[in-house]
């Protein structure tokens, strides 16, 4: 049998071999969304959230909103069946019937990093066609809208799509001609962003099917899911891929999937009451410095958030010493220090541990998000 490595396809094995079974073909990272097939939720192990605009849901989707608590976010909401070859999705339910303002706009989005649409040489005269597969269920039905747009948010591509069912999952597929204007970055900076309208105003809608010199969340007369409380839109399934034909979806293994979230954001803890996290040295017996290496190297040097500081703990080999206060000290984008401190009872230059404080609310997070 031979094997065929080249630039464009990546690995390749002939369909055929000398013995007559069947071989399959192994290509490169098809799908240019991360957990498309919403598998991954880190931050809130599946539990429902009322988002704030920015803030991430499950892993590498965000919210956009100009108005609070119109919409909650929550993996697998409603319990409705997946569809065939999935187990989870993300589900948006309105929280109450808004008629949206001139300046409004509501979506779900992801950014793809810079460094993943490279090839595509958008803003070029080669620019690559892309499109864009998911399936989607909803209460309503109609037309639905979205958009794609570069990472200055000056270029925009709105499109629309149509569920013709209520509550059945529909497949959609919409194809995009590449952008040969514009900036475009190829860097660790946002790249391409992918855009599910939930309803937009004029401001943030723009006709469907061409590019345009804007920032566009949706397309012009696009159904708004909050305006009609309890409205549901759920989806799965997201693949954006080279090429004017969807094909099928690029379901990675589950540990890869979840490296290349790591990319973005990774936690720690929360599992028993003193999960162990991470281990270092006592600089004096009222502070300690803590080494973290991190699984992957992550897109920048992270930010820290955690729970609560009295969810923590450091152990010394004595006892546990309640934390004070956490910071994270010179970071890097494959390790970070965290400083700790205690109101006293660490003995200098021992060995210590970063744990929960006999807490399952105990959680580090690191952040280097798009």
Known sequence: MTITLDG????????TSTTGEFVTSVTGFKNRIINGAMVIDQRNAGASVTPTNN????????????????????????????????TK??????????????????????????????????GTANAKTVTLSFQVYSSLTG?????????AQNRSYPFTYTISSANTWTQISVTVAGDTTGTWTTDNSAGLGIRFGLGSGATYTGTAGAWAAGNYLSATGATSV????????????????????????????YGTELFLCQRYFISYGGTSGYER??????????????????PVSMRSAPSLSYSAVG????????????TTALAIDQPTEKVVTIAATVASGLAQFRPAQLLGNNSTSARLTFSSEL
Do not use: H, W
């Open 226 to 253: 909050v305006g009609t409380s309890g409205a549901t839109f759920y989806i799965t399934g997201v693949q954006l891929e080279k090429g004017s034909t969807a094909t099928s979806f690029d379901y990675r293994p």
């Open 143 to 151: 037309t639905f809208g979205g958009a794609l747009v570069n990472g």
């Open 277 to 294: 996290m991470a281990v270092g040295l006592c600089n004096s017996t009222v502070s300690a410095s803590i080494c973290i290496f991190l």
């Open 89 to 122: 999705y993300l589900g948006v339910t309105s929280s109450s019937a808004y008629s949206v303002l001139t300046g409004d706009t509501f979506a779900i989005a992801q950014y793809i990093e810079g460094f993943n649409i490279a090839d595509l040489a958008y």
């Open 8 to 15: 464009t396809t990546g690995i390749t094995t002939p369909t």
């Open 55 to 86: 803030q991430y849901l499950l892993d590498r989707y965000y919210a956009t909103l100009t108005q609070a608590s119109k919409f909650t976010v929550q993996q697998n909401a409603g319990s409705v069946t997946p569809p065939v070859g999935f």
């Open 311 to 322: 969810d923590f703990g450091i152990y010394d080999g004595g006892n546990v010493t309640v």
